[in-house]
C-alpha cells in the first residue's frame, strides 16, 4: 500500500504549498487595504471579503495539515498509561470515529454547497458554492490520511512491515 502512503504524502505537499500561496496572498490583500484605508482614504470593497473567504479555506486546509503531521491537539491522558495491545486497538477505533466523522463532513458539506449553490458572494459576486466546496474537499483529504493512518496501522499491528 505504498501508493495510498505516496497519495496522502503528495496531497499534504499540495496543502502546504497553498497555505503558504492563500497565506501570503492575504497577508498582502490585508496589507494593501490598510494603507488603501489609512493612507490614501479609499477602501477596497472587495478586499475583507477574499481575505475572510481566505483565511476560511486556511483554517480547513491547516487543520488537514496538522491531522497528516499529527500535531493537531489531542487527549492522550488515558492512552499513554496502557499497555501496547490495547493502545493499538484504541488508535484503530480512534481512526475509525475519525474516518466516520471526514465522511460526515463530505456528505453535509457537500449538502450544504449544493444548497447554496444560487447565492453569490456580496463583494466578490463569485458563486458561493465554489467558496464552501472546502468542507466537503477537506473532508475527502482527511478521510485519505485518516485511511492511510489505519491501514499503516493496522498492517503494524498485524506485524507486516
Request: net charge positive; proline share 4%; with cysteine.
Amino acid at each position: 500500500m505504498e501508493w495510498l502512503s505516496n497519495a496522502s504524502r503528495l496531497t499534504n505537499r499540495w496543502v502546504e504549498y497553498s497555505l503558504a500561496s492563500f497565506g501570503i496572498g492575504m497577508a498582502i490583500i490585508v496589507i494593501v487595504q490598510v494603507f488603501c484605508r489609512y493612507i490614501l482614504n479609499h477602501s477596497l470593497f472587495w478586499s475583507e471579503e477574499l481575505a475572510r473567504y481566505l483565511l476560511v479555506w486556511l483554517s480547513f486546509l491547516g487543520a488537514t495539515a496538522a491531522y497528516y503531521r499529527r500535531v493537531h491537539p489531542s487527549i492522550d491522558i488515558i492512552t499513554i498509561h496502557l499497555p501496547p495491545t490495547p493502545k493499538k486497538y484504541c488508535k484503530i477505533f480512534v481512526h475509525l470515529i475519525s474516518m466516520i466523522f471526514f465522511l460526515v463532513m463530505v456528505y453535509h458539506g457537500s449538502l450544504f454547497a449544493h444548497f447554496i449553490r444560487a447565492q453569490i458572494s456580496p463583494a466578490l459576486a463569485v458563486p458561493k458554492w465554489i467558496i464552501f466546496t472546502i468542507i466537503p474537499l477537506s473532508g475527502l483529504i482527511f478521510s485519505l490520511h485518516c485511511f492511510t493512518f489505519l491501514v499503516n496501522d493496522l498492517k503494524e499491528h498485524n506485524g507486516d512491515h
